[in-house]
């Protein structure tokens, strides 16, 4: 199904993957409140993964997220996502200075140098394997919040993923660009629940899709959130007004909720993202 574009306070940002309970609603909003403003801190050594260079922290903004050691890692991390959301981000901040600061809070990491390497982001990895970073802040338990858009004084500005949301990357860039605005009123996002599924389990979703513009699309790239998703559009030229297909296949092995993202990329239109969730029993 579609999902139309939510306005309102930055809050409300985060019910698009949660429970729209009282309780939840007032739980965010806590959670937000209490870290508004709030200084991150650092270990006096935060050195990138793979080598021995210190991270400097004196740009005009810095994006922190940070990952726990509970399930797959590199799915949660997006790490094709952040590649495109960092091209973004370059777009919109003029001569202002940002980077990016992922942090993964666990031993064993070698199931990531792989991505790292195919989306060239082992200088934007930090391995905490000690969990400093945690031990010094206590991030929130919920995942989604465990991000934030930081100022050159540390101080916290926004506080959730913005790769969770269409919104959530527009409230980043938005800020990072003075009051940047994209024009989305042809972005699209469409879901799909997979339910309950065995580990292991392979499911696939295709959704149709209808070209409604005057204009022969062309599909320019098909990115996944992980190695375990996939997707493919057939045709990927579509003349104006006729249909087309997006195959979604999803398979993984780890216990738990999830959420994986398809997006499709053409030459003459904004993307298309398509979300999977699901559990795995």
């Not at 031990?135 to 506080?159: C, G, M, T, W, Y």
């Not at 992980?226 to 993984?252: L, N, W």
Request: with cysteine; proline share 4%; charged share 25%.
């Amino acid at each position: 199904m579609a999902r139309k574009k939510l306005t309102g306070i930055a809050i409300l940002l985060f019910f698009l993957l949660v429970s729209c309970t009282n309780h939840a609603k007032e739980e965010y909003a806590t959670i937000v409140a209490q870290w508004q403003g709030k200084e991150i801190l650092f270990p006096d050594s935060v050195c990138t993964f793979g080598d021995s260079i210190p991270i400097s922290f004196d740009a005009d903004f810095t994006i922190i997220a940070y990952y726990d050691s509970t399930g797959c890692t590199s799915c949660r991390m997006k790490l094709p996502y952040w590649r495109e959301f960092m091209d973004k981000v370059d777009s919109v901040a003029g001569k202002g200075t940002v980077q990016l600061l992922l942090i993964a809070d666990r031993k064993e990491v070698r199931e990531l140098s792989y991505s790292l390497k195919r989306t060239s982001l082992s200088a934007n990895l930090y391995h905490d394997s000690e969990g400093r970073m945690n031990a010094l802040n206590s991030f929130p338990e919920k995942k989604e919040l465990q991000a934030f858009l930081i100022d050159s004084h540390h101080r916290v500005q926004i506080v959730g993923n913005p790769l969770i949301s269409h919104e959530m990357e527009q409230l980043y860039l938005s800020k990072i660009g003075n009051g940047f605005e994209e024009d989305d009123e042809e972005y699209e996002e469409y879901d799909h629940d997979f339910g309950s599924i065995m580990p292991d389990e392979e499911v696939s979703h295709i959704f149709e899709m209808k070209n409604e513009s005057p204009d022969t699309l062309k599909v320019s790239k098909v990115l996944t959130s992980c190695e375990c998703t996939f997707g493919t559009v057939i045709p990927e030229k579509i003349p104006p007004h006729s249909v087309y297909r997006v195959e979604t296949t999803f398979r993984d092995t780890v216990a738990g909720s999830f959420l994986r993202s398809v997006t499709v990329y053409f030459d003459n239109r904004p993307e298309i993202r398509f979300e999977l969730t699901g559990v795995i029993k």
